[in-house]
């Protein structure tokens, strides 16, 4: 049943939440602090900071993977700890190298992107219709892996990978085609500067073939942002620095405080780029 409590509008929402974790010395962790966060349909959101800023925690929320263990936490109308999760996992598409990891050895890149279409390690082929084979090509040829189709993905580049993991993502099963929320967990992480403009000009083409597709896009780099983002997070220490339009937070100032160093943030043909201040 639908929970009234989220706004159909919101992908994502966090009130006042809190993440805390034991650490291997038995010391209490807290990874988030009082997170406050909306996600709107269609916005394409960027989330930034240091090692250790909680990022990936907020993935892992948004992706219906951990809980809070305080406030609340809805994705996708539904609240995290009163849902299936099984089947709320099944409308968000998730780039990460943990699936990377996880998927059937000896899988062709054809293959990869099927297993997506239930979030399988493995191509279900009793599920699978005419349908989901003509989108698994329409999706290998969005993000330029026509060529990789038939390849085993163990022989395939990280980059070929990672376009070939967000072919998988897109693939993700919600009720009108494809899925209802797309995470990307440093996307870009280990892509040579060729491997990296592929990749980020398949971002871009897969928001605009569904520009209301809300993503969450987790990054340590400005220079792996797609054009095509709208929103900005900047996390530092578990709380929230600065959040709202990209180009109102992705500046000198907010950039500087989240990564404690004096940095000049410039923005040409749409992308982004970061380089030390030298006055200091």
């Known amino acids: 049943m639908h929970d009234t409590a989220a706004t159909t509008h919101d992908a994502v929402r966090l ?3 809190t993440v805390r974790r034991h650490g291997r010395a038995g010391e209490e962790l ?12 269609g916005e394409h959101w960027v989330v930034l900071g240091p090692n250790g800023a909680g990022k990936s925690t907020m993935l892992q929320l948004a992706g219906g993977v951990t809980h809070p263990t305080e406030g609340t936490v809805h994705v996708l109308g539904r609240r995290i700890g009163g849902v299936d999760l099984r089947a709320l996992r099944e409308r968000i598409g998730h780039v990460d190298a943990a699936t990377a990891r996880g998927l059937k050895r000896g899988l062709d890149g054809r293959d990869v992107v099927l297993s997506g ?4 390690l493995a191509p279900q082929r009793r599920r699978l219709r ?13 993000t330029g892996s026509e060529v990789l189709g038939p390849r085993r993905f163990d022989d395939c580049s990280q980059g070929e990978r990672q376009r070939l993991l967000l072919a998988r993502a ?7 085609g494809g899925p209802d929320l797309l995470l ?24 605009r073939r569904w520009p209301d ?9 400005l220079e792996e942002i797609p054009p095509t983002s709208t929103h900005a997070l900047l996390l530092r220490d578990g709380r929230v620095l ?5 180009d109102e937070v992705l500046a000198s100032g907010p950039v500087s405080q989240c990564f404690g160093l004096p940095v000049t943030v410039e923005r040409s043909g749409g992308r982004w780029a970061a380089r030390m201040d030298p006055r200091g």
Do not use: Q, Y
């Not at 807290?30 to 349909?41: E, F, I, K, P, Q």
């Open 117 to 120: 279409a239930f979030g399988s």
């Open 15 to 17: 009130d006042r939440v």
């Open 30 to 41: 807290v990874l988030l602090d009082d997170v406050s966060w909306r996600v709107g349909a």
């Open 184 to 207: 990307l967990d440093e996307p870009a992480s280990g892509l040579d500067l060729p491997s990296r403009e592929r990749l980020v000009g398949a971002l871009v083409a897969s928001a």
């Open 170 to 176: 897109l693939m993700a099963g919600g009720p009108g």
């Open 213 to 221: 597709l809300p993503t969450i896009t987790v990054t340590h780099h």
């Open 242 to 246: 600065a959040s709202g339009s990209a």
């Open 130 to 142: 005419t349908e989901h084979e003509a989108r698994a090509d329409e999706l290998l040829a969005l």
